[in-house]
Nanobody, 120 residues
Framework: QVQLQESGPGLVKPSQTLSLTCTVS?????????WSWIRQPPGKGLEWIGY????????LYSPSLKTRTSISRDTTKNQFTLQLSSVTPEDTAVYYC????????????WGQGTQVTVSS
């Protein structure tokens, strides 16, 4: 059974770069899935941030965040990482990593989520 676990600092200062890692167990990140980051700001709905593909590390980002977003992976550690630069308090959210099969329309496995607060 696949498990995803987010890790990273819970507090980031404005203008800094938010960095989170998702560690995957029970499945390889080189298998046929899109490995994604999603967030939920307080009182708002889920917002898809982007994904990294299983095959060649191709990435796709939300248009509203793409200038500040970078997703990478380390296949030796079975991890993928989110970096979001120039953060503001509006980036405060619970951040989730999740996977979606290439042929599926929805995510089938999620991490538990990690709270990130942007504040000085």
């Amino acid at each position: 059974q696949v498990q995803l676990q987010e890790s990273g600092p819970g507090l980031v200062k404005p203008s800094q770069t938010l960095s989170l890692t998702c560690t995957v167990s029970g499945a390889s990140i080189t298998t046929s899935y899109y490995w994604s980051w999603i967030r939920q700001p307080p009182g708002k709905g889920l917002e898809w941030i982007g994904y990294i593909a299983f095959s060649d590390s191709t990435t796709l980002y939300s248009p509203s965040l793409k200038t500040r977003t970078s997703i990478s992976r380390d296949t030796t550690k079975n991890q993928f990482t989110l970096q979001l630069s120039s953060v503001t308090p509006e980036d405060t959210a619970v951040y989730y990593c999740a996977r979606r099969a290439v042929v599926a329309a929805s995510f089938d496995s999620w991490g538990q989520g990690t709270q990130v607060t942007v504040s000085s």
